[in-house]
């Protein structure tokens, strides 16, 4: 069953530092998402894109956020610089188009750990 | 904020039919129901989703009242992987626009043996 990949699992940076969470969506699916989620709480929705533009964010995707879809396959999600704040699991999701697609495939997450 | 409200959380007995309820009373004509579970840290897993017909795919069943107000998951034989926290979304299927998946708080289901 095609999967999202998402890679690291695990990253630990230092406050400040910028970091890329990368992931790879399903080949032929067209919404690609980030979510994400502090320990305890909601999962919570960052982003979505299609067409190689943001189609719509939420108050949490601030100026320190951005997404790129450099070559077709890779998704990916850059903190400009980590807050305490950010450490969360982050979550990419991608889904195809029609009727039969309307499900999100989620990715097994990045764990973020900023010091 | 999410459309639904679920209770936070129920057991159930390995074997058993665990039926989790959803209301969803200010559901509109073109919001479909959808069901996702996360377990443990795992990234959130599509369960199944409707509109106004009760489907069952091979995960589960899906009751939908007929004024779609509320609507209940059925895992027929629940077993001990099939702890979880489960999500009841709803979300509109627009042609070209992602109608986003907002989820709540969900229901922490315990099965035990």
């Known amino acids: 069953e095609p999967e999202v990949t998402q890679t690291p699992s695990h990253q630990v940076t230092q406050m400040g530092q910028e970091v890329i969470l990368r992931c790879v969506p399903i080949s032929n699916h067209l919404y690609f998402y980030w979510y994400r989620q502090i320990l305890g709480q909601k999962v919570e929705f960052l982003v979505s894109f299609y067409n190689n533009e943001i189609s719509e964010k939420s108050e949490i995707f601030d100026d320190q956020f951005s997404v790129e879809r450099p070559d077709g396959s890779n998704f990916t999600l850059k903190i400009r610089s980590t807050k305490l704040e950010d450490s969360a699991m982050y979550f990419c999701a991608s889904r195809g188009q029609g009727a039969i697609n309307y499900g999100y495939t989620f990715g097994s997450g990045t764990r973020l750990t900023v010091v | 904020d999410a459309k639904t409200t679920q209770p936070p959380s129920m057991d159930c007995a390995e074997g058993r039919a665990a039926n989790l309820p959803c209301n969803h009373s200010t559901i509109s004509g073109n919001e479909y129901v959808y069901w996702y579970r996360q377990i443990h840290s795992q990234g959130p897993q599509y369960i199944i989703h409707?509109?106004?017909n009760n489907e069952t795919n091979e995960m589960a069943s899906l009751i939908i009242t007929e004024d779609r107000k509320s609507s209940t998951l059925i895992l027929p034989h629940a077993t001990l992987r099939d702890t979880a926290v489960y999500y009841c979304?709803?979300?509109?299927?627009?042609?070209?626009?992602?109608?986003?998946?907002?989820f709540g708080k969900g229901t922490k289901l315990s099965v035990k043996p």
């Open positions: 979304i709803v979300r509109g299927n627009y042609g070209g626009s992602q109608g986003n998946l907002i």
């Open positions: 409707g509109l106004k």
